[in-house]
Nanobody, 124 residues
C-alpha cells in the first residue's frame, strides 16, 4: 500500500511558476510509475504528466502543458515533482499525485493509488 502526500500548491499570477511535490510512503517507490492529474471546478479529472518507473524515466505530457510543465522523480527521496512554468488561469485546479503498478502513467491509466490533492490557483 502506497500513501501519497502532495505539497507546493498555492496562488500565483499568470506567467509565474510553482513546483509541486509528492512524497510517497509504503511500498517500493522505485517500482511504481508516477503521474499528476488535475481537476478544475465543474470538470472531470484529467491527465497532466507521467513518468515511468525505469527505462531512463520516460515522460509523457498532456498537450495542454507540453513545454511548460516538467515531471521528475527522486527515488532516494521517494518523491515526484511537477515543475510548472508559464502558468495560465486555465491551469487552475486541484492537482493530484498518482502511483501505478504499470510501467507508465498516461492519459488512459487508472492509477492504483491517489493523493489527496493540492490546490493551484492562477490569477489573471
Amino acid at each position: 500500500q502506497v500513501q501519497l502526500v502532495e505539497s507546493g500548491g498555492g496562488l500565483v499570477q499568470a506567467g509565474g511558476s510553482l513546483r509541486l511535490s509528492c512524497a510517497a510512503s509504503g511500498g517500493t517507490f522505485s517500482t511504481y510509475a508516477m503521474g499528476w492529474f488535475r481537476q478544475a471546478p465543474g470538470k472531470e479529472r484529467e491527465f497532466v504528466a507521467g513518468i515511468s518507473w525505469s527505462g531512463g524515466y520516460i515522460t509523457h505530457y498532456a498537450d495542454s502543458v507540453k513545454g511548460r510543465f516538467t515531471i521528475s522523480r527522486d527515488n532516494a527521496k521517494r518523491t515526484v515533482y511537477l515543475q510548472m512554468n508559464s502558468l495560465k488561469p486555465e491551469d487552475t485546479a486541484v492537482y493530484y499525485c498518482a502511483a501505478d503498478n504499470s510501467a507508465m502513467v498516461a492519459d488512459t491509466t487508472s492509477p492504483n493509488y491517489w493523493g489527496q490533492g493540492t490546490q493551484v490557483t492562477v490569477s489573471s
